[in-house]
């Protein structure tokens, strides 16, 4: 629960500044395999005998730390800030605490009925899943591949750390802090490249991040950025339209076509796999006639979750939850009760494509649940975000258990144990997020800042606002860029679909282009050099490389994100100067 929480925070503080929610579990499963051997020499030291750590409790401790470090995702951390956003409501930290601990403990439960249809029976890959049992695998059998690993990332936590205080902590003996950015030499419309955010961040995490992700991706990213604050902001500030050459002006504008992009390429590529969906669609019929698929040949029966388990859970935690949305953003009850339903039918949704796909659709879950709501009440802002949060928290903790479960059937865990394990990072994971997000977020201003661009929670705002108050608003050149976004997203979805394999690594990524949109180029340029020094360890050094990169990566991110943490708490309680 600990590393879980660990992984949280990380996460948080990820999320608030580029908008993807990264992977934990091998980063997690790295971290328990550092922590237990030192313990068992610590124990050898004292000649007491050390218990066992292995495969097994490895798996368990990656389900716990995996349910606290997804927390931030599946709308989590981007209907509760656009809502703060928006209206400047926050919920009490009890209130949000429920909610967060409601949400993802249904995830759980709305995961149990379809298990053993997708992994015992279809045995759908669920890549990370996989990826995590073969990690697992690789650090018990090989013990100094695996200290190497472990010494790797926390060597790189420990550099990621470093930066963050020479450049977030103002203390008077320190002989000088880093800058947060370095500009970059040369002019754009005459004023410094800086001025427009193209400039090398101060940090590493988005290097990290950057290398985490594909090399399409990064460039992609770094096409985003000079487009958008090289070319489209310069001349939208020469005609007037943009206030001023500065981040917060400028992606009020940006805003739209990169959220058009997000929107139409995730809602095409989700059209893509209606067959998965009809899949799911018909494994939904089954549970509403209360019928499972055959199991008599399963030999892991006498240990899996009854699937009573499953109605059980809705039944004691769909009242607390459609009280909760009454009581805190005055959703009326029957559309509260229409959310139960509609939230279970994404989590079944979200389970196949992430087990078919290692993607888990939220960024078209949470829009089509918010055009739903924008039918059914219209105008209600509210309503529309939070039913939105209900619907995509519902489908990522869903998804994100039977990722676990995928990795604990290929090791031979006890699926009943990987569910409790799940239930305690659900608790870890709502009970960190919240003082942390109020902490690092004291005031609506923050949001949408250079600091944190919350791109994510841009997004979910502005597609909810469009839903309430139209796009009559709308600057008309706004009004044509979201236009332009829609099809160019709808046009790199179908070219990624049907495009030769050959030419998809040329294909720019809709979703590098329309985050980079709703970023600062700084975090885009950043996280280019990052995807493209893994992408060059890969060329080098094959799977050797890829070992080096992960561990690294993961250090550096965990490392800048929790002392970044660390620094804002010392602000806060006065121990550091402002």
Same mark, same amino acid.
């Given at each position: 629960?600990?590393?879980?929480?660990?992984?949280?925070?990380?996460?948080?503080?990820?999320?608030?500044?580029?908008?993807?929610?990264?992977?934990?579990?091998?980063?997690?499963?790295?971290?328990?395999?550092?922590?237990?051997?030192?313990?068992?020499?610590?124990? /050898?030291?004292?000649?007491?005998?050390?218990?066992?750590?292995?495969?097994?409790?490895?798996?368990?401790?990656?389900?716990? %730390?995996?349910? *606290?470090?997804?927390?931030? @995702?599946?709308?989590?951390?981007?209907?509760?800030?656009?809502?703060?956003?928006?209206?400047?409501?926050?919920?009490?930290?009890?209130?949000?605490?429920?909610?967060?601990?409601?949400?993802?403990?249904?995830?759980?439960?709305?995961?149990?009925?379809?298990?053993?249809?997708?992994?015992?029976?279809?045995?759908?890959?669920?890549?990370?899943?996989?990826?995590?049992?073969?990690?697992?695998?690789?650090?018990? $059998?090989?013990?100094? /591949?695996?200290?190497?690993? $472990?010494?790797?990332?926390?060597?790189?936590?420990?550099?990621?750390?470093?930066?963050?205080?020479?450049?977030?902590?103002?203390?008077?003996?320190?002989?000088?802090?880093?800058?947060?950015?370095?500009?970059?030499?040369?002019?754009?419309?005459?004023?410094?490249?800086?001025?427009?955010?193209?400039?090398?961040?101060?940090?590493?995490?988005?290097?990290?991040?950057?290398?985490?992700?594909?090399?399409?991706?990064?460039?992609?990213?770094?096409?985003?950025?000079?487009?958008?604050?090289?070319?489209?902001?310069?001349?939208?500030?020469?005609?007037? +339209?943009?206030?001023?050459?500065?981040?917060?002006?400028?992606?009020?504008?940006?805003?739209?076509? @990169?959220?058009?992009?997000?929107?139409?390429?995730?809602?095409?590529?989700? *059209?893509?796999?209606?067959?998965?969906?009809?899949?799911?669609?018909?494994?939904?019929?089954?549970?509403?006639?209360?019928?499972?698929?055959?199991?008599?040949?399963?030999?892991?029966?006498?240990?899996?979750? !009854?699937?009573?388990?499953?109605?059980?859970?809705?039944?004691?935690?769909?009242?607390?939850?459609?009280?909760?949305?009454?009581?805190?953003?005055?959703?009326?009850?029957?559309?509260?009760?229409?959310?139960?339903?509609?939230?279970?039918?994404?989590? +079944?949704?979200?389970?196949?494509?992430?087990? &078919?796909?290692?993607?888990?659709?939220?960024?078209?879950?949470?829009? +089509?649940?918010?055009?739903?709501?924008?039918?059914?009440?219209?105008?209600?802002?509210?309503?529309?975000?939070?039913?939105?949060?209900?619907?995509?928290?519902?489908?990522?903790?869903?998804?994100?258990?039977?990722?676990?479960?995928?990795?604990?059937?290929?090791?031979?865990?006890?699926?009943?144990?990987?569910?409790?394990?799940?239930?305690?990072?659900?608790?870890?994971?709502?009970?960190?997020?919240?003082?942390?997000?109020?902490?690092?977020?004291?005031?609506?201003?923050?949001?949408?800042?250079?600091?944190?661009?919350?791109?994510?929670?841009?997004?979910?705002?502005?597609?909810?606002?469009?839903? $309430?108050?139209?796009?009559?608003?709308?600057?008309?050149? $706004?009004?044509?860029?979201?236009?332009?976004?829609?099809?160019?997203?709808?046009?790199?979805?179908? *070219? &990624?679909?049907?495009?030769?394999?050959?030419?998809?690594?040329?294909?720019?990524?809709?979703?590098?282009?329309?985050?980079?949109?709703?970023?600062?180029?700084?975090?885009?340029?950043?996280?280019?050099?990052?995807?493209?020094?893994? &992408? %060059?360890?890969?060329?080098?050094?094959?799977?050797?490389? &890829?070992?080096?990169?992960?561990?690294?990566?993961?250090?550096?991110?965990?490392?800048?994100?929790?002392?970044?943490?660390?620094?804002?708490?010392?602000?806060?309680?006065?121990?550091? !100067?402002?």
């Amino acid at each position: 629960m600990l590393i879980g929480a660990l992984m949280c925070l990380s996460n948080l503080y990820v999320v608030l500044k580029t908008g993807w929610s990264l992977g934990v579990t091998i980063t997690a499963c790295i971290l328990a395999f550092s922590f237990f051997g030192l313990w068992r020499k610590a124990l /050898g030291l004292c000649r007491v005998d050390s218990p066992a750590f292995g495969p097994l409790e490895n798996n368990a401790m990656s389900s716990v %730390a995996s349910a *606290a470090g997804y927390m931030t @995702g599946g709308g989590n951390m981007a209907a509760m800030p656009a809502l703060l956003m928006l209206t400047g409501i926050r919920p009490d930290l009890v209130w949000m605490f429920l909610w967060f601990l409601l949400i993802s403990a249904l995830g759980v439960f709305a995961a149990i009925p379809i298990k053993r249809q997708l992994i015992n029976i279809e045995q759908l890959p669920f890549p990370t899943g996989t990826a995590t049992a073969e990690t697992i695998n690789a650090l018990h $059998a090989h013990g100094a /591949g695996g200290a190497k690993k $472990a010494k790797l990332l926390g060597l790189s936590a420990l550099v990621g750390a470093a930066v963050a205080w020479a450049r977030d902590a103002k203390v008077s003996w320190l002989p000088g802090n880093l800058p947060e950015h370095y500009g970059l030499p040369f002019k754009v419309g005459g004023l410094p490249a800086g001025n427009w955010t193209l400039a090398l961040d101060g940090g590493l995490l988005l290097i990290g991040a950057g290398a985490l992700m594909s090399f399409r991706i990064g460039w992609s990213m770094l096409l985003g950025a000079i487009v958008t604050y090289g070319v489209l902001a310069p001349e939208m500030v020469a005609r007037g +339209v943009i206030s001023a050459a500065a981040y917060k002006p400028i992606v009020q504008w940006t805003l739209w076509s @990169g959220a058009a992009i997000l929107v139409s390429s995730g809602l095409m590529s989700f *059209a893509f796999q209606w067959r998965m969906v009809a899949r799911a669609f018909n494994e939904l019929s089954l549970l509403l006639k209360r019928k499972s698929p055959d199991t008599t040949a399963d030999p892991m029966a006498a240990v899996e979750c !009854p699937t009573s388990w499953f109605p059980i859970g809705f039944i004691l935690l769909s009242p607390p939850l459609v009280f909760l949305m009454r009581h805190l953003f005055g959703i009326p009850v029957w559309a509260g009760m229409i959310a139960i339903p509609l939230a279970m039918l994404m989590g +079944v949704i979200a389970s196949r494509v992430t087990g &078919e796909t290692d993607v888990t659709p939220t960024k078209a879950l949470g829009p +089509v649940t918010q055009l739903i709501y924008g039918v059914l009440l219209p105008k209600q802002l509210i309503a529309n975000l939070m039913s939105a949060n209900v619907t995509g928290g519902v489908g990522l903790h869903a998804a994100d258990l039977l990722t676990d479960l995928k990795s604990g059937y290929l090791l031979g865990a006890n699926p009943r144990q990987q569910v409790y394990a799940q239930l305690f990072g659900v608790l870890a994971g709502a009970a960190i997020v919240v003082p942390a997000f109020n902490l690092l977020v004291p005031t609506a201003d923050v949001l949408g800042s250079a600091a944190f661009p919350a791109p994510g929670v841009q997004v979910w705002a502005g597609v909810s606002k469009m839903l $309430a108050d139209g796009i009559g608003g709308l600057h008309p050149t $706004a009004r044509w860029g979201a236009l332009f976004g829609l099809m160019l997203g709808t046009v790199l979805a179908i *070219a &990624e679909r049907y495009a030769p394999a050959k030419a998809k690594p040329w294909i720019p990524a809709p979703s590098g282009l329309g985050i980079a949109m709703v970023i600062p180029a700084s975090n885009s340029i950043s996280m280019f050099i990052g995807a493209s020094i893994a &992408e %060059a360890l890969r060329r080098g050094l094959g799977q050797k490389g &890829e070992d080096i990169n992960l561990p690294a990566s993961s250090g550096l991110i965990a490392g800048e994100s929790l002392m970044g943490i660390l620094v804002k708490a010392l602000i806060v309680f006065g121990l550091l !100067p402002k």
